[in-house]
């Protein structure tokens, strides 16, 4: 997405250049689709439209996007933004469409960009060589809207750089902080901050905000998760050869 509206967008959200650049963005995804029916490929064609990360207001950009917030909450429900490993930092809207293949539907799998190597490579009737996209995975079904398609049965979030990590699995989050920084820079402004070196446990499913850390409840857990993150740090992968 721009910094800089087109000329023909600036003025039009009443949100600033950052207000201005998601409304060109929009438009611009519409006239892709636009002209992908009208030439008759939409049968032979798949968008994906997604983020590569949850939100932050002030980047050092002078966008307006602090100034005119109001109201609104970037990371919806969701703590944390962008550089963190808390969800809002790397759940984000995600979209597939292909006319005639992807019936339209909400899924609750957990998938990550990432995984497009191997998941487009199957698509192409391709695998990835052993030493190649070590953390992706073939989630093609899922991104396919298949009935019964399974996602990621874990995901290791990473901050960037301080040592930060996140690791869902199934309904659980476990957080292990190194470090503060701005890898914990907030968007919002209910948000409290965690002492560093901590690990703290969440129920994701029942609670997505991260609000209630059960891991003195749960130490089995925890010790479990903490030892998965581990091994996939040691083995410098997440995807297993067979």
């Known amino acids: 997405m721009p910094r800089i509206a087109h000329e023909r967008f600036q003025g039009k959200s009443g949100l600033g250049p950052r207000g201005d650049c998601i409304v060109q963005f929009d438009w611009s995804v519409g006239e892709l689709i636009k002209t992908v029916d009208r030439l008759g490929l939409a049968e032979k064609t798949m968008f994906v439209i997604c983020s590569d990360n949850g939100p932050v207001l002030d980047d050092g950009y002078k966008d307006d996007a602090v100034e005119k917030l109001g109201d609104h909450q970037p990371a919806g429900p969701f703590r944390g933004g962008k550089y963190s490993v808390w969800e809002g930092g790397t ?88 470090k503060r920084g701005k890898s914990e820079a907030r968007v919002s402004k209910s948000e409290s901050p965690l002492p560093a070196g901590k690990h703290t446990l969440y129920k994701i499913n029942d609670d997505p905000g991260e609000l209630t850390d059960v891991s003195a409840a749960h130490p089995e857990v925890v010790e479990r998760l903490s030892a998965q993150i581990d091994r996939i740090i040691k083995d410098g992968r997440s995807r297993q050869t067979n």
């Open 91 to 178: 759940r984000t809207p995600f979209i597939t469409r292909w006319k005639r293949t992807i019936k339209p539907a909400v899924s609750n799998e957990v998938v990550c960009t990432v995984d497009f190597a191997t998941s487009f490579g199957a698509l192409a009737g391709q695998t990835p060589v052993a030493e190649g996209s070590l953390d992706s995975l073939n989630i093609l079904d899922a991104l396919l809207g298949k009935p019964g398609a399974k996602g990621r049965d874990h995901l290791l979030q990473q901050d960037n750089g301080s040592g930060n990590f996140g690791l869902r699995s199934g309904e659980w989050k476990l957080v292990r902080l190194e």
